[in-house]
C-alpha cells in the first residue's frame, strides 16, 4: 500500500526592518517580547527576555533623544536598533524551529509569520507617455514613459511622416526603467509619430495610440 505523505509549509517570520520606522521596529519588539514572556511553547529562547527588556528599553528613550536631530544621539539610537534588531531575528528563528510549523503555536509568539500565498501577475494598462519634448540640440527628443508597476521594459517607436502623411519605416529602441532618455538623429523639423508599449510578466501591451511630434 502506498504511503502519501503531507507536505507542511515552513513558517516563517518577518524579521526584515529595512524601511520600517523606529516606532513600529519597536512595537514589533514589544509584541514579540510579551509574546514570548512566560510562553510554555518557548521555554529556552537563545537570547535572555530580561535582556531582550534592556535593550527595548533603552531604544525607546534614545529614540526620544534623537528626535532633536543630533548626530550623537542619532547614532546612538540608530546603534542600539541594530542591536535590538540582532536579538529579534535570534529570537525569530528560534521561533520558527520551535513551534513545529503550527500556526496556532507559532502566533502566540508575538512573531508574524510571512505570507506563503503567490501573488498573480497582472496584464499591465496601456504603456502612456509621461512627456515627448524638445532635446537640448537640434535633431533630438526627450522621451519619458509613465511608470507600470510590474513592467520589465518599456519599447518606443518612431517614425518620419513624409509627403501625403505617409510614414516611414518605424525605429525602434528598448528603455529599462521609466527615465527620461534621449533621442537623437532626427530630421530638424521633421514631423514624427511616437508610439510605445510595455513588456511584463504576462507579455507585451498594445502600441498606445500615436503622438506626434515636430523635430526641432
Known sequence: MATIKTLVKKIKAILGFHGVTDSDMLKAGNTA??????????PNPPVALS?????????????????DGGKVSVSAKNKQRAAVIKMYVLLGHYVEAT????????????????????T??????????????????????VVK?????????????????????????????TLTSPKKVTISGLTPAGTYQFQLRALGKLGYTDWSPSMTFISA
Open 51 to 67: 535582556i531582550f527588556r534592556q535593550g527595548l528599553d533603552s531604544l525607546s528613550t534614545l529614540i526620544v533623544d534623537a528626535e
Open 33 to 42: 517580547y510579551n509574546g514570548l514572556l512566560n510562553n510554555p511553547s518557548y
Open 145 to 173: 514613459v509613465v511608470h507600470q508597476i510590474g513592467a520589465i521594459a518599456y519599447f518606443v517607436q518612431y517614425a518620419l511622416e513624409g509627403t501625403g502623411g505617409v510614414l516611414g519605416p518605424w525605429t525602434t529602441m
Open 120 to 141: 498573480v501577475p497582472q496584464p499591465l494598462a496601456p504603456a502612456k507617455f509621461s512627456s515627448i519634448d524638445r532635446g537640448p540640440n537640434s535633431g533630438q527628443s
Open 99 to 118: 513551534c513545529n510549523d503550527d500556526l496556532a503555536t507559532f502566533t502566540t509568539s508575538g512573531f508574524t509569520a510571512a505570507s506563503t500565498t503567490k
